[in-house]
């Protein structure tokens, strides 16, 4: 293969982008490109974006901002920018005023074609920006080069878009409504990864992963039938899912990830507040009552369930008394580790123009005293792992421990032992003998 030069990729936001940046440095590695580590090195810089808060989009345009210099010594680098943010309403025609030396501008719905506008760009040395609106980005079935990000673990998108429109959030202005992949080409997809053979941990994905099948005409499709179809797919891996909306977590659900092992007992289920006031102003259209009920039934139906959240603090209106409630049900619940956020203002969305918005000193001290509470509970959930059971997957190593993780995610430290070697990229079942400075120590 003939080399063109050197690409490096910012990637930002979730766990979609992190997938779709690998399928951009496929597109890259497909035409000669080879990865680098330092971006003064690049011949190609990509910009994968992401609009979900105010403080990643600042982040974003500084970064931007810092290849100005960069650029003037490299007149020859290519500067792209895509992703959730670009899909907004006049950030492309904002960029390329704030930012003349950008060279390419797409968004979330034409990744695929990434490679084409490179090449007009190439041929006619000419600005290109390609934006598509209101469509929902479907993942072309015959598109095969990925480079993964994580050796051992490979992305599956099963879904795309969101049908939700919570006020707080943009995503479903930048994602477009949910659309669904026909459910035998995700099975064929996952099938080819386990091929491979290198791959231990399928990740399947969506905006709501639980609403998969919704926009189908046949209503016995859905996430539970697909979830268990992959399960009984020979092989040694592990299923995992993000993001699950607790108003579409079903009990069909929760019976199927208790009945088989491969599908990992770490859930994510968002909360966003414990108080119902709030959950009818965020429009998540569930109550309080209704999620704890659902952990409740998964605590219940797999007694060692590991449940993470995202929670927002600060939401226009939430006064002490909300925030009371959602600080009792971070300790009600227990959960392994939670993603606790700020309330950050997002143009175009409901809450926007809400009135009562949170002071910025008010959220600071919120955030501050749940971090400080999760952090507690997550150390006491980690030191009640000392002396069971776990499996967990070798990612490393290094002169004195092997390097694993749990399938909640945890790090565990497996200390080496003279003639006693493990296989990186293998599952192994180990006592967890001690937890210190937030790792996980463990003997086989």
Known sequence: MVKNGKYFIYTYGCQ?????????????????????????????????????????????????????????????????????????KNVEQNLKKKFPFINIVFGTNNIEYFGEYLDMYLKQKKYQAKIIENETYLQNPEFKTFVRDNPFNAYVNIMFGCNNFCTYCIVPFVRGREKSRPKQEIINEVKNLLSVGKYKTITLLGQNVNSYGNDFEDKSLNFAGLLKELAQIEGDFELKFMTSHPKDLSDELIDVIAEYPKISHAIHLPVQSGSNKILKMMNRNYTREHYLQLVEKIYNKIPDATLTTDIIVGFPGETDDDFAETESLIKRVKYSNAYIFMYSKRKGTVAEKMENQVPITVKRERINKLLAIQKNISNQHFKELIGTKQKVLIEG?????????????????????????????????????DYIGGNLYAKI
């Open 16 to 88: 979609m982008n992190v997938h779709e940046s690998e399928k951009i440095a496929g597109i890259l590695f497909d035409k000669g490109y080879e990865h680098t580590n330092k971006v003064e090195e690049a011949d190609v810089v990509v910009f994968n974006t992401c609009c979900i808060r105010e403080s990643a989009e600042q982040r974003i345009l500084g970064n931007i901002g810092a290849m100005k210099p960069i650029k003037a010594k490299n007149k020859n680098m290519i500067i792209a920018v895509c992703g959730c943010m670009t899909q907004q």
């Open 397 to 433: 190593e290094n002169q004195n421990y092997y390097i694993s993780k749990t399938q909640c995610g945890k790090v565990a430290m497996i200390k080496k032992v003279e003639n006693d070697f493990l296989n990186i990229g293998e599952f192994y079942t180990v006592n967890i003998v």
